[in-house]
């Protein structure tokens, strides 16, 4: 039986930057990955209810009940204290939503929308969820019309990914550096298994685009285009690619020192790309 909640850090009713069209996305709490330059770093790790943050709200949001945090939605004026309070990359301020509230909330939307996102944290540590959501959207007559996505880091096995295969549409993949080492620096993990999963989604045609974040001196992006453009044309040189542009707003640690990449920079590895044969990229339209 598959699992019909999931904790759930956000939802957003419209987004056109998650996918093709105007989608629906739900960010899942919980991610696998420490990348240092993690913009949300407080949807990394599920709370502990060590209840640390409770007394440090200043609108008396927060309680502790049986060892558990209670969170007051009504009450919260989400100014962060808490997170900023939280040492475990965590917040107290998640939602338990079964598939059945999910859909209602879709439904409230859905003659806007094209189709959902399910992003996080890292979307695929709560597959089972997932399964249900997609299952149930496919078999439902008013919104088997909505396109099923995940955006992920890559790190799920074949074996995850094949048991959402056939009720997913396509997936967008984060590959953070081609070389193993600076990957694993970057985000505490290797490569080897996001590499196999976009020639796996690629393989089985659910692989709506491969994305790349260019972080000035720490990715090894730039000197890699011809290795990485070679991996995907090998693949299918239609594959969509997506050049994002660090920035430093909202990082924590290291990585608040590290440059922004710049118009230039993102423009010369998109160059790079295309000269080594790639054809569909896309480049940020604002730098912050
Ligand atoms: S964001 Fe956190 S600290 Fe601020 S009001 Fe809400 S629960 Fe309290
Ligand atoms: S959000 Fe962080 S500080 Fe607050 S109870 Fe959970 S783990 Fe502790």
Redesign the pocket.
Known sequence: MSKSWAIVNKLLPFSCVDGPGNRFVIFLQGCNFRCLNCHNP?TI?L????????DTCPHQA?SLKNNK?IWRADVCQQCDT??N????N???MTYHYSVDDILKTIRKYLPFLTGITISGGEATLQLPFIQNLFNTIKQSDDLKHLTCFIDSNGYLAATGWQKVANVMDGAMIDLKAWNNQIHINLTGRDNKRVKQTIEYLSKINKLYEVRFLLIPKQTDLQDNAKNIANFIKNLNPAIKIRINAFHNHGVHGIAKTWEPATKQQVDIFATQLRHYGLEHITVPTIYL
């Not at 309070?85 to 475990?88: A, K, L, V």
């Open positions: 407080y790790s709370c502990k209810d060590c209840g640390d943050c409770v927060l945090v808490c997170i309070t939280c040492s475990y965590s917040t107290p």
